[in-house]
């Protein structure tokens, strides 16, 4: 008979139920801590968003001739960008 899941993980390679939820009970969790730097590429994906995308905005403001008209909606446009790219990257872990 032919074992699918390796020679060294046992008879279905699933984990013991008892002692997950004993982990759960006690308070541990299965997740590892985030890694370094995660909250630095988090703040840096929204600066830069808002900024490449006010930048924009800028620069057809100054082309067209308008006051201020493209740069807020620049701003707005890279701010909710690049908070859908945080929660795409960064959110649920698999």
């Given at each position: 008979m032919s074992d699918t899941n390796g020679p060294d993980r046992g008879h279905s390679g699933k984990k013991d139920n008892a002692k997950r939820e004993e982990r759960l009970r006690s308070g541990q969790v299965d997740r590892p801590n985030p890694p370094p730097g995660e909250?630095?590429?988090i703040v840096g994906t929204l600066v830069g968003g808002g900024g490449f995308w006010g930048l924009v905005?800028?620069?057809?403001?100054r082309l067209f001739g308008f006051d201020a008209l493209f740069f807020p909606i620049g701003l707005i446009v890279g701010v909710v960008a690049a908070i859908y790219l945080v929660i795409y990257r960064f959110g649920a872990r698999r």
């Open positions: 909250a630095w590429g905005g800028f620069g057809v403001d």
